[in-house]
């Protein structure tokens, strides 16, 4: 279980306390810990899984990780979930966000085909949640598109909107019942940018100034129909939230991201 965030934000928060201010957290304030997919869960070709672009990079090319490590086995949370939870339980955490694998639900990337040990693997680890009075948050994208869907031009393809609207009420509908807090995307910038421009995120196609902007340009369609998608059918079934994560600005300057 990555618990960066975490100590990252008690580590803000401890930063942020006037001097010689007691040091107390409000009663009433929220604890909670985040995690990504691939940079958690392992089981990377588990049960039906298809292969992401994270997967497809690593294997492919080693040399891109200094140390040829790959996110393959990672925490091995595919397996270990009921341990990672019983930790969260125990360091008393009121929520946990973590992201869904888009492949390991859709393994070719499209909604045409579900694979029932993705759903099977969420469905356990977000009842275990709730178990513990843990409130689930999910992200749909955490970085790690289906590489069947990168092969089509990934999101720099306009279409990909469409695809992640389809994939993102797949989710809502398998996991609205009980998941009441949505984000969409994680880090538009940053996986944009990371990928077409400066080169650091997988798949590390350059294309600076071109491939970062249709990318970002298809992201924020993609967040806009996921979100009506939502608000059309499923709120009124489920009475969730569905938080924006980001606003995405394009200028002159370049891209702009306001976490929200
Ligand atoms: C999964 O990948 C591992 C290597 O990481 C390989 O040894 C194994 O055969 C693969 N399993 C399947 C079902 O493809």
């Not at 990555?2 to 304030?29: C, E, Q, T, Y």
């Not at 031009?153 to 989710?171: C, L, R, S």
Request: hydrophobic share 40%; net charge negative; glycine share 8%.
């Amino acid at each position: 279980m990555n618990m960066d965030l975490l100590f990252l934000s008690g580590f803000v928060l401890l930063l942020l306390l006037p001097k010689g201010a007691p040091r107390k957290i409000p009663n009433d304030f929220q604890f909670g810990t985040a995690t990504a997919a691939y940079q958690v869960e392992g089981g990377w070709n588990a049960s039906g899984k298809g292969e992401n672009i994270w997967d497809h990079f690593t294997h492919h090319y080693p040399d891109f990780v200094k140390d040829h490590s790959t996110g393959d086995i990672a925490c091995d949370t595919y397996h270990k979930w009921k341990e990672d939870i019983q930790i969260l339980k125990d360091i008393g955490v009121n929520y946990h966000r973590f992201s869904l694998s888009w492949s390991r639900i859709l393994p070719d990337g499209f909604a045409r085909r579900i694979n029932p040990d993705g759903v099977r693997f969420y469905n356990d680890f977000i009842n275990e949640l709730l178990k513990n009075n843990i409130e689930p948050m999910v992200t749909l994208y955490h970085w790690d598109l289906p590489q069947r869907l990168q092969d089509l031009g990934g999101w720099t393809n306009p279409d990909m909107a469409i695809y992640f609207k389809e994939y993102a009420k797949v989710a809502f509908e398998l996991f609205g019942d009980r998941v009441k807090r949505w984000i969409t995307m994680n880090e538009p910038y940053s996986f944009c940018e990371g990928t077409y421009s400066s080169g650091i995120a997988a798949p590390h196609i350059l294309s600076p100034g071109i491939g970062d902007y249709l990318c970002g340009r298809t992201v924020l369609l993609a967040h806009a129909h996921a979100y009506h998608a939502y608000e059309e059918k499923f709120k009124k079934l489920y009475g969730g939230m569905y938080r924006n994560c980001f606003l995405l600005f394009f200028g002159p300057i370049g891209m702009v991201q306001l976490n929200i």
